[in-house]
């Protein structure tokens, strides 16, 4: 079974300037979530989509990110302006159904790395 | 702030030694709780969940325990291997409608 697909894996931006991630959950799974992972920090959700609705967006920053999932799969994380404070994982994962709870696991797929300079 | 974290940023084991990783979570309300392991450059892994309504679950070399008088879960690692070297994060939650919610993470180390 594939797992949840990110990219791009690295990249480095100057503060101000934007930038977009794209993830590609599991087959099957309608829920989706962005967390934001600070080095030496544990994941932190951003938002929460159950197919191509928002259940969860209280701790994205609206002021200069945004999260699309159109057609209830692929999602795009976007950010602008990036802030060196963004710097930062940025890991998509899935579940089969909204979670977390017993035997819906959350999977999670290797992340995009960003770095503001 | 972090309503789960940890006791230990760091711990160092032998090759072969069980190892034992804590966790502390404030919140009273959580029903679910999960360990992940990250291992460097790569996303969180399920390890092992555990309800609120259970005390101990066993999987393949690794035990979980909850302790909820004292608000506290642990993560038992029997026979560690070089392989189990990553960081453990343990994470908590407050039902199917609720967010998953990481502490800060230790850093597993295995002496060979």
């Known amino acids: 079974e594939a797992g949840v697909a990110q990219s791009p894996r690295y990249k480095i931006i100057e503060k101000r300037q934007s930038v977009a991630f794209w993830c590609n959950p599991i087959?099957?799974?309608?829920?989706l979530y962005w967390y934001q992972q600070i080095l030496g920090q544990g994941p932190k959700l951003l938002i929460q989509?159950?197919?191509?609705?928002?259940?969860?967006d209280s701790q994205l920053p609206k002021d200069r990110f945004s999260a699309e999932r159109l057609k209830g799969v692929d999602s795009t994380l976007k950010i602008q302006p990036a802030k060196l404070e963004d710097s930062a994982v940025y890991l998509c994962?899935?579940?089969?159904?909204?979670?977390?709870?017993?035997?819906?696991?959350?999977?999670f797929g290797e992340g995009s790395w960003l770095t503001v300079v | 702030g972090e309503s789960v974290g940890l006791h230990l940023p760091t711990l160092s084991v032998q090759e072969g030694d069980n190892s034992i990783i804590n966790c502390a979570y404030s919140?009273?309300?959580?029903?679910?709780f999960i360990w992940y392991k990250q291992e460097s450059g790569k996303g969180p892994q399920f390890i092992i969940d555990?309800?609120?309504?259970?005390d101990k679950r066993q999987g393949q070399r690794v035990t979980v325990l909850l302790n909820k008088t004292v608000k506290h879960l642990s993560l038992q690692i029997a026979a560690t291997q070089p392989g189990d070297s990553a960081v453990y994060f343990c994470?908590?939650?407050?039902?199917?409608?609720?967010?998953?919610?990481f502490g800060k993470g230790t850093k597993l180390s295995v002496k060979p």
């Open positions: 989509f159950q197919n191509n609705g928002v259940v969860d």
């Open positions: 919140n009273s309300a959580s029903d679910y």
């Open positions: 994962a899935s579940s089969l159904l909204r979670g977390p709870f017993s035997g819906n696991t959350i999977y």
């Open positions: 087959s099957g799974h309608a829920t």
């Open positions: 994470a908590e939650s407050g039902g199917s409608q609720g967010n998953l919610i």
């Open positions: 555990i309800r609120s309504n259970m």
